[in-house]
């Protein structure tokens, strides 16, 4: 299964101030798969809303999901249509996921408390269990269930990728631990393609999550892949981790 498997950031940060358009991947997809390239190429990076942020310096704009209380996509303002993207393996391609979890205090904002790291989750949903062709990030707090079966097993999760003992929201991922308090030396999408043999051929295939997790070294990560089926039973994508309601901050 190996088929088995700073300083100062010089980006320019733009906020939309009392932006209430969110955008809801479910409903609107089902019409239009570029509804979110539209959104983002079109509106976003012309004058902002609805997105909450655009980045010109990281390529990347973060837009509130109507679907869920706090969930947010981060998403390329460069046209990447999903995991299975070349684009996304090239050295200049920002890493996306590092972006993604440094905006999760948007997330945060929108919660009546905070949630600790390891309640937090980014997730891909690969290209069989997605509905729209561009890349986007969701943003979200993980599912108690989730939440608990990987607690139950991060002691056991190494510096490589190997298969957790028991699945994770009905997936069997492999899994591995990354140190630190942040995800800019740790890029999923290249480390995923460095265990394929054919990464061209099978990338597409591929859900990827990412957890945060407090380890008794201290603050980090723990990274999730599988392979989505080819016909999704239920969703079968990495968002499957993920409570867009939010249960883990409610009292």
Not at 86 to 108: G, I, S, V
Request: glycine share 6%; net charge negative.
């Amino acid at each position: 299964m190996n088929d088995a498997l700073a300083g100062m950031r010089g980006s320019l940060l733009a906020l939309a101030i009392g932006a209430n358009l969110f955008f809801n991947t479910q409903a609107a997809s089902a019409a239009d798969p570029d509804a979110l390239w539209k959104i983002v190429h079109e509106k976003c990076v012309v004058a902002i809303a609805p997105c909450a942020v655009v980045d010109p310096a990281e390529h990347a704009a973060v837009l509130k999901d109507r679907n869920g209380v706090a969930q947010f996509l981060l998403i390329p303002t460069d046209k990447i249509t999903g995991v299975e993207d070349p684009a996304l393996l090239k050295p200049e391609t920002p890493n996306f996921f590092a972006d993604a979890w440094d905006h999760r205090d948007l997330m945060q904002a929108k919660l009546p408390s905070p949630i600790p790291q390891d309640a937090i989750s980014l997730a891909v949903n690969a290209q069989t269990a997605r509905s729209q062709n561009q890349l986007h990030i969701h943003i979200d707090c993980l599912s108690p269930e989730a939440r608990a079966a990987i607690k139950a097993q991060s002691g056991s999760v190494g510096a490589e990728w190997a298969p957790l003992a028991a699945p994770v929201a009905g997936h069997l991922f492999l899994a591995r631990r990354v140190e630190g308090d942040s995800l800019r030396a740790f890029n999923p999408f290249r480390s995923i393609a460095a265990t394929l043999s054919d990464p061209a051929a099978s990338m597409y295939r591929r859900n990827v999550v990412i957890v945060g997790a407090d380890f008794t070294s201290g603050p980090g990560f723990i990274a999730l892949t599988d392979d989505a089926p080819a016909v999704p039973m239920g969703y079968g994508g990495g968002e499957d981790v993920q409570d867009h309601s939010c249960a883990v901050a409610r009292p």
